[in-house]
């Protein structure tokens, strides 16, 4: 597993450091020993959430002001939504900057974009643009590709438990921008999400149990969809979580632990149809928000090895070894089961 060291550790970039998420990133960076440039727009509130970061001040719509508060750094994670609105200005200065990027999006047309518009940027500068690298998009990417064999894909299907979504603010902006018409795959092809009442509950485990299901997908498929062929792509989330989403009294996360976690718990489960076979596996844990942090770190270490190569816009089992991943992860962030991990 890659690691670094205090002494040696390259400086990665967080954008949106003072954001929900984006605290979580930071403390994981930091915690991994990495050094941390918090960039943002109030300086007050970097100093003081961070007071041992080394802090910058850019805004969104200062191209020249984002690349010199990039400059030094190895990696840029975009935690900031929406991503409709942030990946591209934060994407264009991470590579003139001679950084990485990865953000983690759960917007499809953000991801889709990012993949569209700068693969020959990423290409051409030598370094990776990572969409979606979260827990919408990145943690089904690791585990449907740590489950497909060579070949043609039949179906990928992706379950979403939440015991409760607490939506932050971020996620309440970004529900608000982001108007965009969802897809799946049929037919190998992106197709528009259509209405559909035939979706049948799903049996997660205990505690989560049954649930009723809704078809709701996220940037997984745009993700999957990237490298993967697959005839059908679909995901899932549990109605309830969508109920506690859509109500407007429904509170934003509350810590309660040490690490800042709420209360949260949540089941990923990913089946993968090829070749007359199914397999699955899942990953269990808690608060979504807080996971994203040590997979985007972990993502963030891969890339920094001395002897990385791989450029362009990538999804993130592209990008790193999907199972050596998930082996990083499992037992700390999260729990995972079924068959993605050999034994």
């Known amino acids: 597993m890659p690691s670094t060291s205090l002494a040696t550790a390259p400086f990665i970039?967080?954008?949106?450091?003072?954001?929900?998420?984006?605290?979580?990133?930071?403390?994981?960076a930091q915690r991994r020993g990495l050094q941390v440039v918090v960039v943002g727009r109030n300086a007050a509130r970097l100093g003081q959430l961070f007071p041992s970061a080394v802090a910058r001040v850019a805004a969104l719509d200062d191209a020249a002001g984002l690349e010199q508060a990039f400059a030094g750094c190895a990696v840029v994670i975009n935690c900031a939504g929406p991503f409709l609105d942030t990946a591209a200005p934060v994407?264009?200065?991470?590579?003139?900057?001679?950084?990485?990027?990865?953000?983690?999006?759960?917007?499809?047309?953000?991801?889709?974009?990012?993949?569209?518009?700068?693969?020959?940027?990423?290409?051409?500068?030598?370094?990776?643009?990572?969409?979606?690298?979260?827990?919408?998009?990145?943690?089904?990417?690791?585990?449907?590709?740590?489950?497909?064999?060579a070949g043609q894909i039949d179906e990928i299907t992706v379950a979403v438990a939440l015991?409760?979504?607490?939506?932050?603010?971020?996620?309440?902006?970004?529900?608000?921008r982001n108007n965009v018409p969802r897809v799946v795959v049929k037919g190998g092809q992106f197709a528009?999400?259509?209405?559909?009442?035939?979706?049948?509950?799903?049996?997660?485990?205990?505690?989560?149990?049954?649930?009723?299901?809704?078809?709701?997908?996220?940037?997984e498929i745009v993700m999957l969809a990237h490298h993967l062929q697959a005839d059908t792509i679909r995901?899932?989330?549990?109605?309830?979580?969508?109920?506690?989403?859509?109500?407007?009294?429904?509170?934003?996360p509350t810590a309660v632990d040490a690490d800042g976690r709420s209360a949260q718990r949540f089941e990923l489960v990913v089946q993968v149809a090829?070749?007359?076979?199914?397999?699955?596996?899942?990953?269990?844990?808690?608060?979504?928000?807080?996971?994203?942090a040590p997979i985007v770190v972990e993502?963030?270490?891969?890339?920094?090895?001395p002897t990385y190569r791989r450029s362009g816009a990538l999804a993130l089992a592209e990008a790193v070894d999907p199972v050596d991943l998930l082996r990083a992860l499992h037992g700390q962030a999260l729990q995972v089961f079924g068959d993605a991990l050999p034994a």
């Open 274 to 292: 090829q070749a007359g076979a199914t397999r699955s596996a899942g990953v269990r844990g808690q608060d979504i928000y807080a996971v994203t």
């Open 235 to 252: 995901s899932l989330i549990n109605r309830s979580a969508i109920d506690d989403i859509r109500d407007a009294s429904t509170p934003t």
């Open 299 to 305: 993502a963030a270490l891969r890339l920094l090895a």
């Open 192 to 219: 528009p999400l259509l209405p559909s009442a035939d979706v049948p509950d799903w049996a997660f485990a205990p505690p989560m149990g049954r649930q009723q299901m809704i078809e709701l997908p996220f940037s």
């Open 13 to 28: 970039a967080v954008y949106g450091a003072t954001g929900h998420t984006g605290q979580f990133v930071v403390h994981e």
């Open 91 to 149: 994407a264009q200065a991470a590579l003139r900057a001679g950084c990485h990027y990865i953000d983690v999006t759960a917007e499809q047309a953000s991801a889709q974009a990012s993949l569209a518009d700068f693969d020959a940027a990423a290409r051409a500068a030598g370094r990776v643009v990572l969409p979606a690298a979260g827990f919408y998009g990145g943690l089904a990417d690791l585990l449907a590709s740590a489950l497909a064999r």
């Open 163 to 176: 015991d409760r979504w607490w939506p932050t603010a971020g996620t309440r902006k970004t529900g608000e």
